[in-house]
């Protein structure tokens, strides 16, 4: 039996780091556009390949905090596959439940690394997704990122789920779900017992800007109004919030040099959801969350940085001043 399986589609994520490029933004600051040279050959400072998505990022989190986790996904037919599923087999996860797609190809994502930030171009084909025909025990499912054809595994979801009242559902929309299909995303809502997004996505799901609710708690309660139980947002080096209808918390980023943001997101969700599968309380699995993503943000690599439970405890030692606290 597993404690979490993952559902979303796994990416080959190539990695480039740029040296000569600039930044523009409005006179607030916001808005900031990458601009590289028209037409220009571009030096770049490195390059590498590594696996990536947020099911396999957040997989691989959990694995190393000792929670016995899968991953169910649908791969193309192509050479990426072996690649990405080589990859996953490296980590210790079995591949038993990736599927493939015969008419598509495997994801993939371009990451422009620059100054600490990245700019990500992901590519979302159409693709036929399988639910497998004997669903694996688990005690949660972490549902994530899927390109066009996502309905049917929503779907199959939302029936597993009636059925199986036990399982419990960590819920994070990906780029694709939320801009192209919302209202569809929105409906799985109501069978999240955790929410996990960034700022962004918790004002997309919304349909309400920061500027227009007040604070990030209120933003928060009109998430639990459409049906979240507990939610977490993350906002970037401001840190964290995470509550549920009773109680909200909050904790700021641990003040660490920040060399590669990619997987931050996801690093903070393997955290903070292991935390809560291994029976945390929510404070609790902030620090985890918070504690994760610093750690990975130091590195290079989306998973380089992951931390084990040893692991966690000492960045927190380390930054003892920095705590969850109740707002």
Known sequence: MYQVITIGD????????????????????????????????????????VLGG????????????????LIISTVGDDANAEIVKKEIQK??????????????????????NFQGERTILSQHKKRKYFWPKS???????????????????????VKFLNKHPGVRLAY???????KYNLESTKEILAKADLLLVNLEEAQILVGKTLNQVKTITALMRELFTLGAKEVAITDGERG?????????FQMEALPVPVRFKTGAGDAFSSGYLGARVLGHDIAHALTWGIANSCAVIQQFGNQ???LNPTGIKKI???YSKNRAEEI
């Open 316 to 318: 927190l030692s380390q």
């Open 91 to 112: 980590t210790g996860l079995q591949t038993d439940y990736i599927s493939t797609d015969k008419s598509t190809v495997t994801r993939y994502s371009i990451v422009l």
């Open 54 to 69: 947020n099911s396999a990022n957040v997989a691989v989190g959990l694995k190393k905090l000792g929670v016995k986790s």
């Open 304 to 306: 380089t940085g992951l």
């Open 10 to 49: 796994v990416v080959l994520d190539t990695h480039i780091q740029i040296d000569h490029a600039s930044i523009e933004c409005n006179l607030d600051g916001k808005n900031c556009k990458l601009c590289l040279d028209y037409a220009a050959k571009v030096p770049i400072h490195e390059s590498f390949q």
């Open 172 to 178: 994070n929309p990906g780029t694709f779900q939320l």
């Open 240 to 248: 964290a919030y995470a509550g549920n209808k009773d109680e909200i």
């Open 135 to 157: 669903f694996p025990h688990t005690d949660w499912i972490y549902y994530t990122s899927l390109s066009e054809g996502f309905e049917s595994i929503q779907d199959n979801l």
